[in-house]
């Protein structure tokens, strides 16, 4: 069946987008799960580490496959992209707001003063 259709075409390109991020982000986390269980695997098996040392070095691949996510997420979703731009934007503009209103809306404190009073 050959798509006639823009419509059909698009989304075809779009499934194939969207199979190819899922791919990644299945491939990495295997990748980060395995590289954990080894990691887990040879302090057990070497003796004398603490069961919490042991937890801090298997969750390190985990964290990495989260934000290696993002990356992947950003780098390969179109909508992702979007959203994100959309929810940034929002965020933005939300910021200035803030900044503009006059102290005697908000008591004096600004994401001006908070920041610099550190």
Known sequence: MTPTSTTQIRDEKELASLTKMLLCVIMIFVICNSVSGIIVWI???SGGWDP???EVFSC???IINSAIN???????????RTELRNLMSHWLRLICRIETLTPEAHSGISLTTLTTST
Request: proline content about 5%.
């Open 43 to 45: 302090l057990i098996s």
């Open 52 to 54: 919490t040392d042991i």
């Open 60 to 62: 390190i691949p985990l």
């Open 70 to 80: 993002f990356i992947i997420y950003t780098l390969l979703g179109t909508k992702f």
